[in-house]
C-alpha cells in the first residue's frame, strides 16, 4: 500500500468544490476547499449546509463562484503556507468577475483562520472573511456583514456550542452522500504536545453531549449511511452524561451506537495512547460492528524524545497497550503517526522509534519530518535537526513501514472478509468498498448493490487495493 503521507492527519486538499445541492437559476453558488484532516471535511460538510439554507448551492467550478471558502490546516509550515499560494491565484479570479460585474466573496476557515487571524487580511487584501473553527454557526451572519463590504474577523471562541446552533441537515440532503459518513464527537485538545498547534487552534477539549451524538447518528443511518466514523482531535478523550446518569466514555457511546439499526460498522479517530481505557478495549473484544482497525499515534520511539514531545507515556507503555487490544482482539490492524527530526533527536533516538515500528508491525502509517510551529514550545528548543538529516530518517522509517504495509495487505490473499461496497469503481462494471482493515477491495459490480455487505474471498492483491469475488 502506498504511504498515503497527509491523508488522515495532514495539508493535502482533500476536496474540491463538492457540489452538494443542485443549483438553481436564483441560487448562488460557494466553491469549498477542504485541507488537512478530517474534522475540516466534517466541517466543510456542515459549513455548506449552514449555507444551502442560505441560498448558496455547491459548485466544483470556482470561476463562477459567489463565494469562495478555503478550510485550512496549520499543522505544518508547509500547510500554512500553500494557503497564501492559492490566496495569490484566487485574488485574479476575483479580478476577473469584478470586471464582469460578479461578486466573488473570499473566505478563509479553518486552523489557519484561527491561527493568523487578520494577519491573513494583511497579507493578501483580496480576503474578505476569516473564520475560525469555533464559530461557523455565524458564518451566514458573517458572510452577509463581508458582502455589505466589510473586513470581517471570527476567531474569538464562541460560548455557544457550535454544532447546536448549526442547522441540522435535512434527510434529502444527506441522502446521496454516501453510505459512509463522519461524525464529530469531541474537539479541540488539551494534551499540549510541544510540537503542535491543534490545542491552539482548536481549543480546549470539548464532547458533544450523547443525545445529540445519538440523534445525528440515527438521522444519518435513516439517510442510508453503514459505517460511521466517530471523529476527534482526541477522540477517546470524549465524555459525557449518558441517559442512565452515568459519565459515559467513548467505549459506552460506541455500544450504544452499535444499536442503532441500520449502522454495521463503526470506526474511531484519532485516538491518543493515554485515553485508551478498558471499556474501550472490551467495546473491541465485544463489539462486531467496531472495526479491527485502530489508528494510534505514538510519534517517536525513544523514551527522551517522547517526554520532550510531553506526550507522558513511554514506549513500552505503548507496546504494552497495543498486546492489550490485540488480546481483546486479535485480528486488530494498527496504524500511527510518525516524526522524525524532533529537536534534540540523535541516531540512537532515531532508531529506538525504527525499533518500535518493527515490533508493532503497522498496517497503515503516516510520517513527517518535524516543522517547527510558531508559538509552540517545540520552535523554542535547542538542537534543530538539520534538513538533511530529517530527510534521510524520513526516507529510511518509510522505507521500513511501506515493507510492512505491503506483507499487510499481501497476507490478505485467499481470505475470506465482509466488505461494504461504498461506491462504482473506476473501471467499467465494478464496484469498490473497503474491507474491515480499510483496504479498498474491487468487485465486480454484479457482486452487490452501493450500501450492501457481502463477504468475498480475496482473490488478488494490487500495490494499493485488493480484488475480490463473492463468496
Ligand atoms: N491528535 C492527534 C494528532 C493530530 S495532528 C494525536 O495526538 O495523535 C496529526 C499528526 O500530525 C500528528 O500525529 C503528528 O504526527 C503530525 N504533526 C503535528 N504537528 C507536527 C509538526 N509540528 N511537525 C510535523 N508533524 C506534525
Ligand atoms: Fe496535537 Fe498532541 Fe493534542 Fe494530538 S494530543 S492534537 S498531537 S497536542
Ligand atoms: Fe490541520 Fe487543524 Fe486538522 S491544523 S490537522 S486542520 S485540526
Redesign the pocket.
Known amino acids: 500500500m502506498e504511504l498515503e503521507q497527509e491523508e488522515l492527519?495532514?495539508s493535502d486538499e482533500v476536496s474540491e468544490g463538492k457540489a452538494a445541492y443542485p443549483a438553481t437559476a436564483s441560487t448562488k453558488k460557494v466553491f469549498v476547499k477542504t485541507y488537512g484532516?478530517q474534522m475540516n471535511v466534517y466541517d466543510s460538510q456542515r459549513m455548506s449546509d449552514a449555507l444551502a439554507a442560505d441560498g448558496y448551492a455547491g459548485t466544483d467550478r470556482i470561476e463562477e463562484a459567489d463565494l469562495v471558502l478555503l478550510n485550512t490546516c496549520h499543522?505544518?509550515e508547509k500547510a500554512a503556507e500553500k494557503v497564501y499560494s492559492e490566496l495569490g491565484r484566487i485574488k485574479a479570479l476575483k479580478a476577473e468577475r469584478a470586471a464582469r460585474g460578479h461578486e466573488m466573496v473570499i473566505g478563509v476557515a479553518g486552523c489557519v483562520a484561527q491561527a493568523e487571524g487578520r494577519e491573513i487580511i494583511r497579507r493578501q487584501s483580496a480576503v474578505d472573511l476569516v473564520i475560525g473553527p469555533q464559530t461557523y454557526h455565524r458564518l451566514p451572519e458573517a458572510l452577509r456583514r463581508a458582502r455589505r463590504g466589510e473586513k470581517i474577523v471570527e476567531t474569538e471562541y464562541a460560548i455557544e456550542d457550535k454544532f447546536e446552533h448549526l442547522p441540522k441537515p435535512r434527510r434529502s440532503e444527506i441522502i446521496g452522500r454516501g453510505v459512509t459518513a463522519f461524525l464529530t464527537v469531541q474537539e479541540g485538545?488539551d494534551?499540549f504536545?510541544t510540537?503542535?498547534?491543534?490545542p491552539y487552534t482548536r481549543g480546549s477539549e470539548v464532547s458533544r453531549p450523547v443525545s445529540q451524538i445519538v440523534a445525528e447518528a440515527m438521522k444519518l443511518a435513516e439517510a442510508g449511511v453503514r459505517e460511521l466514523t466517530l471523529l476527534g482531535?482526541?477522540v477517546n478523550a470524549w465524555h459525557g452524561e449518558g441517559p442512565d446518569g452515568r459519565e459515559w466514555g467513548l467505549g459506552r457511546l460506541l455500544y450504544r451506537l452499535a444499536e442503532i439499526p441500520g449502522i454495521a460498522r463503526l470506526r474511531y479517530t484519532?485516538s491518543?495512547p493515554r485515553d485508551m481505557d478498558d471499556e474501550l478495549i472490551e467495546a473491541h473484544r465485544d463489539l462486531p460492528s467496531l472495526m479491527p482497525y485502530l489508528h494510534l499515534?505514538v510519534?517517536a520511539g525513544s523514551d527522551r524524545i517522547l517526554k520532550a514531545m510531553n506526550r507522558r507515556h513511554k514506549a513500552a507503555d505503548y507496546i504494552r497497550l497495543i498486546e492489550r487490544i490485540r488480546a481483546a482482539r486479535p485480528d486488530m490492524a494498527l496504524s500511527g503517526?510518525?516524526?522524525v527530526g524532533f529537536p534534540g533527536e540523535t541516531d540512537a533516538d532515531f532508531e529506538d522509534t525504527m525499533e518500535l515500528i518493527r515490533s508493532v508491525e503497522y498496517a497503515q502509517a503516516?510520517s513527517?519530518?518535524?516543522?517547527?510551529?510558531p508559538g509552540?514550545p517545540?520552535a523554542d528548543m535547542k538542537d534543530h535537526v538539520a534538513e538533511a538529516v530529517k530527510d534521510e530518517r524520513l526516507q529510511r522509517l518509510q522505507a521500513l513501514l511501506s515493507t510492512q504495509m505491503h506483507a499487510f495487505n499481501l497476507a490478505m490473499s485467499g481470505k475470506t472478509m465482509d466488505l461494504l461496497i461504498e461506491k462504482p469503481g473506476r473501471q467499467h462494471a465494478q464496484r469498490v468498498g473497503r474491507s474491515p482493515w480499510l483496504q479498498p477491495v474491487v468487485v465486480d459490480e454484479t457482486a452487490g448493490e452501493i450500501g450492501d455487505i457481502i463477504t468475498v474471498r480475496i482473490t488478488r492483491t494490487g500495490h494499493n487495493s485488493l480484488f475480490a469475488e463473492p463468496v
Do not use: E, W
Request: hydrophobic share 25%; glycine share 6%; proline share 7%.
Open positions: 492527519t495532514g484532516c499543522i505544518r485538545c494534551k504536545c510540537f503542535c498547534v491543534v482531535q482526541n484519532t491518543h499515534p510519534q503517526d510518525f516524526i503516516y513527517f519530518k518535524y516543522s517547527p510551529r509552540t517545540g
